[in-house]
Each structure stands twice: as structure tokens, then as C-alpha cells.
């Protein structure tokens, strides 16, 4: 059952949005990976704000997640891509339809 989430807000610099994009569509491949990550969506908010949104049923499943190889070449490219730091808050989930 998913109880668990992440909601990570993105700021992409000026003329790097289309790579902060394709950085998004690439990572869901690694999410398909994360046995305890029970969704993955990846989003654009407008032209410069992008999104991540993953659930997960315990702790453990999340912190898996928040120390993976997305988050790692996150970071790893943050500098690059990001206009700021990411925004990443930990989100209870009340309820949800499959």
C-alpha cells in the first residue's frame, strides 16, 4: 500500500529545460529498478519548473530511494542544470486510485 512520498520540485536555468526534461524521461528506467518504489512520475509545472512524485510503502523503501542512483546524478548535475536547489519534501499519502 502506498503511504509514503516524495514530492521533488525542480527549477531548471534559463535554456537547460530541455535537458533537465530529458534527464527526467532517462530516469524513470532507474525507478523501475527501486524493487521498494511503488510509482515514479516525472512532470513539467511550466516552462522552467519540473516535478518528481514517488511513493512507497515503508521508511526504508524511501530512504532507498532518497540514497539511489537517480538522486546521485541528480546532485551530480544539479550545478548544471538547476537554477537552485531541488526542493524535496517527504509527503504522507491520505489516499489514491490505481
Known amino acids: 500500500m502506498k503511504k509514503l512520498g516524495l514530492l521533488a520540485t525542480l527549477k531548471a536555468k534559463s535554456g537547460k529545460e530541455n535537458e533537465v526534461a530529458t534527464f527526467l524521461k532517462a530516469a524513470v528506467e532507474l525507478a523501475k529498478t527501486e524493487e521498494k518504489t511503488l510509482t515514479w512520475y516525472s512532470f513539467q509545472i511550466d ?26 546524478n541528480l546532485m551530480a548535475n544539479a550545478s548544471t542544470l ?8 517527504k509527503i504522507d499519502i491520505l489516499s489514491s486510485k490505481l
Do not use: Y
Open 47 to 72: 516552462k522552467n519548473t519540473f516535478g518528481i512524485m514517488d511513493t512507497f510503502e515503508t521508511e526504508d523503501g524511501r530512504n532507498a530511494h532518497l540514497n539511489g542512483e537517480i538522486a546521485k
Open 82 to 89: 538547476l537554477s537552485e536547489e531541488p526542493i524535496i519534501q
